[in-house]
């Protein structure tokens, strides 16, 4: 299952926007500018495929102001388009830390869409996309990359904090590191921050 076009992709989120719009449209094309500045420093990573999954990682937000949700939204809707790898992305990039309970928010899934979620993150081998957006989520604010400190901090302040927000964080941290070793620099230089 090959992912969107880039046009196709921006004319995913265009239509998105319509239905939903807010500042998360601006936070998916920063996801995606940076998704695509550090993959083209990476010899495993498509530039333009990375572009695609950071517009898309939060497509599921088309649906209306929600919380968890968002991401089995996403995911059902990806799935419905035969995107199964685009799918995949909406589904991991909030969980750098493969526990459920990590998530910063609220689970406003239904019982068994949670136990779904629960099980795809048990069992997923993340690969380098799955990681890619998962670090440029963290990179993204709606008006441009910033310091992942930064970032990770306004999630706790809008969503909250839990037992689980620490080792989250380092996963994070790492993340940073793994890929500032793949491109061989700070990818701060890569995305302008």
């Not at 265009?14 to 601006?26: C, D």
């Not at 993340?175 to 491109?183: A, M, N, S, V």
Request: aromatic letters at 10%.
């Amino acid at each position: 299952m090959k992912p969107p076009t880039i046009l196709e992709a921006e004319k995913l989120l265009t239509e998105a926007e319509q239905r939903n719009p807010g500042v998360w449209i601006g936070h998916s094309k920063t996801t995606a500018f940076c998704a695509r500045a550090i993959a083209e420093q990476c010899n495993n990573l498509n530039a333009d495929t990375a572009y695609v999954f950071g517009l898309l990682h939060d497509i599921g937000r088309r649906e209306g102001v929600t919380d968890m949700r968002h991401i089995i939204d996403g995911y059902q809707y990806m799935k419905s388009l035969d995107y199964g790898i685009g799918a995949r992305i909406c589904l991991t990039h909030s969980f750098p830390y493969k526990d459920i309970r990590s998530y910063n928010g609220q689970n406003d899934c239904a019982t068994e869409e949670t136990e779904f979620i629960k099980s795809f993150l048990d069992n997923a081998e993340y690969d380098d996309y799955d990681r890619l957006i998962q670090l440029c989520d963290a990179l993204a604010l709606p008006d441009g990359a910033t310091y992942i400190e930064k970032r990770l901090v306004d999630v706790v302040i809008r969503r909250g904090f839990n037992d689980l927000t620490i080792p989250k964080w380092k996963a994070f941290l790492e993340l940073k590191d793994y890929f500032d070793k793949k491109t061989g620099t700070d990818i701060y230089n890569l995305i302008g921050v």
